[in-house]
């Protein structure tokens, strides 16, 4: 069977991560998978065995995911869009796959929905049309206005024969972010939690003992950064590992390394080793993305969530309400951060550490290929 996954990342890397993993999934399993890439690159994710093809790409202006810009910092005007509409239309046709899955869309990105739409046609044009499914995260952005939903609803009834929405019906539903009407609600499939293997600890022991501070790509991470050397101060005993991400990381760190001064502070851009130092680290500090979510459950490590909030972004604030009840973890809001408030909820979290590790739940890329081979099977 041969596979395509389509996504396009604006900001952080997590949806580039979670088609990757979804897509290891399917090769794992025996199939042709590729994946389109429509955002910046990110060449400290793992894409090995995955085939992927890069877009002309796009990143937001910061928080707004309305205006698009080329890895230059241009506005991406009518004729870059276009040529990236091209070139994704030619890779469906060339490709020719068995079943078509687009990452977020069309319950997000819905300022690309031309693209997507022209890829979701060229699909359909085919000799043999392709299963079409979509791959959400357990909370979406809520839809501002009815008319959004409803025009999401019309795509999803025209074009998919599914939405794999990743994540435990019985922990979070996706009425909890989405309004689900009965005709969505027959396309739904729970696949559980999207997750690589539960990171093993670093065979060279990186980050022993640490607290690791990761506030994604792009500048949105720099109060945390800024709040994280403050806090640091407070712990003079603990090292703290800042890890910057972003095409501009090293002009970030230069920046932060001015307000490091005597602070028992490392500096240094994203590493591919992250998630195997996260099992050693003393506590972790960071946002409340999905991956990022789903990487402290399965390592156990104490964490303090700082949720993403710009721009009305209420997605990751839900998803770290839902996970503050548990041991060694603490949510502190955008609002309140700063060095001493940071410092307190560290100290808290490593005291109420180590956290009980569960296997279970996370299977849902291989769900995820089950759930689309058997839909295929029924073409």
């Excluded at 041969?2 to 399993?29: N, P």
Aim: hydrophobic letters at 45%; charged letters at 20%.
């Amino acid at each position: 069977m041969k596979v395509m996954i389509i996504v396009t990342h604006l900001l952080g890397t997590g949806h580039l991560s979670r088609a990757l993993t979804l897509g290891k999934a399917f090769e794992r399993a025996g199939h042709e998978t590729f994946v389109v890439s429509g955002g910046m690159p990110a060449p400290q994710l793992d894409s090995a065995g995955v085939s992927l093809l890069g877009l002309p790409p796009l990143r937001s202006d910061g928080t707004d995911f309305t205006r698009h810009l080329t890895a230059n910092g241009d506005i991406a005007d009518a004729a870059y869009l276009k040529a990236r509409e091209t070139a994704l239309v030619k890779a469906v046709e060339s490709f020719v796959p068995d079943v078509l899955i687009t990452e977020l869309f069309p319950f997000g990105r819905r300022s690309l929905a031309t693209e997507f739409i022209a890829a979701l046609e060229a699909a359909r044009t085919l000799p043999h049309r392709p299963t079409i499914l979509g791959s959400i995260r357990d909370i979406l952005a809520p839809p501002s206005k009815e008319s959004k939903a409803q025009r999401t609803e019309e795509i999803v009834l025209r074009y998919y024969d599914g939405i794999l929405v990743h994540a435990d019906h019985d922990v979070v539903p996706l009425d909890v972010s989405w309004p689900v009407t009965d005709r969505l609600r027959k396309r739904l499939f729970y696949t559980g939690f999207v997750a690589p293997e539960a990171p093993a600890p670093h065979p060279d022991a990186v980050g022993q003992g640490e607290v690791l501070v990761s506030a994604g790509g792009g500048s949105v991470g720099q109060p945390i950064f800024r709040a994280a050397i403050e806090a640091a101060r407070k712990m003079p005993n603990r090292r703290w590992r800042l890890l910057v991400g972003g095409q501009d990381a090293r002009q970030r760190i230069a920046d932060l390394q001015n307000d490091v001064g005597d602070a028992p502070v490392t500096l240094e851009p994203v590493r591919p080793d992250f998630r195997q130092m996260l099992p050693l680290a003393a506590a972790s500090v960071s946002m409340c993305g999905y991956n990022t979510a789903l990487d402290i459950l399965q390592s156990g490590t104490p964490a303090v969530f700082i949720p993403f909030d710009d721009g009305k972004e209420v997605e990751q604030t839900l998803r770290g309400t839902s996970l503050a009840g548990l041991s060694a973890i603490e949510l502190l809001p955008s609002n309140e951060l700063d060095g001493s408030a940071l410092a307190r909820a560290v100290e808290a979290v490593i005291q109420d550490g180590p956290r009980a590790v569960s296997a279970k739940g996370f299977d849902g890329a291989d769900r995820s290929v089950e759930i689309a081979v058997g839909l295929r099977a029924q073409a």
